[in-house]
DNA sequence: TTGACATATGACACAGTGTCATATATTATT
DNA sequence: AATAATATATGACACTGTGTCATATGTCAA
């Protein structure tokens, strides 16, 4: 978390910095970046940077889980227009995310993000379902979902289904930018993915040994 | 890839060399990794560094495969020892990798591996069932799976399962790893998602929409 | 006006990277 | 055996970057 030296500045200041960080998180990936052009580019002293921020993590996640707070909000939003229906929700998020990378600017962080870093990232997009497994509003989707669509019997097992379609989510995002899959192929592939999630991998015709 | 130059070199040497190297990506993680703490170990100049390899990436990633080599082959006689059922293979598979986790030092090496690097590493781990996709075994495993188990309709399917289960697998154990589970924590975690993908998340009751 | 506190600054010590001119082996050619 | 051609080795060096610190400058209350 920033410090709260960097939240007290005028509200300009503290913009024109995070805008020169977007910029900078946009021209080549974490690891990359350079504190100096942010710096520079922010037209504030190396030191005061410092004064704001732990380090340059400090700063990039605070950068991307601001960004990601618009697709957790979203995300309920889906919930509500399908009907609770998780998968169909899913979908539509990840034809958000795929949209998104179509901003020229948007996708070169997006991809910088998910090529380039790692677990903690992974994690940021993750917790985009944080939300509902500790809030009130999850009682209310868990429960839509639970009881209408899907194949569970306790909560715990819906936690794992969070796990695994986020894990699902994420590798979409990242083979799409890796291989430059088109949007449509990318939405094709997460699609598949998601029905053969549906429906399971065994044939139901051969039960358990 | 290492240059020509690494690969004539004497075994002892090299083997010199990639124990250094692996020491230090033991000690931290790639990207605080230091060139220079190899070469110290190993005894040999920076500049022959250079000489071997194209930079830090190039040994990393040699590194890296030439250790999931064997996780490959491994999972051939998994497959084989399961009559083809991929996720008891996969299982067993992720056993494996979990108990690696209890060496000290291959558990500190896979840590840095799994949390502090990225898409190339997730790479490596999938290409672990790459030489299936692509070769003569993968028409065996594949048309055992095919025709007994799994609930698919194409080969473009399967190839799916794989990129499904790999990230689900990959998860978790990034999850271990992050959240410092026991080994058992994790394999039952791994088993419950395992399941889940065997039936499907939706309740076979309620039909697609 | 003063003092106390918050903020700003850039020079600096330190650590790391990749390169290059030069030195030293090794191997091939006469 | 002598020489040429080729491959390998070396570490100093130019460069880029980080995080810190002593010092300067603002701000606000008494």
Redesign the pocket.
Known sequence: MPK??FF??PEQ?RNMLLKAAEMEFTRVPFFE?????IVKTAA?????????FE??DDLYFYLLEDKLKMAKTYFSVLLEKHQGDLIEALIELQNFFLLALSDEEEKQFLKNALLYTTHRVESSFASIWDTYLEQEEFKKVGKLIDQDLLNIHAEKELLHIFKIVSAIAFNNLIEKTAKGLSDEEAIESFKLSMSLLKHGIYNSEVQDK
Do not use: P, V
């Open positions: 709260q030296t007290n500045l200041k970046a350079s504190i100096a052009n504030i002293s190396r030191g005061s940077f410092y004064q704001y380090d340059k």
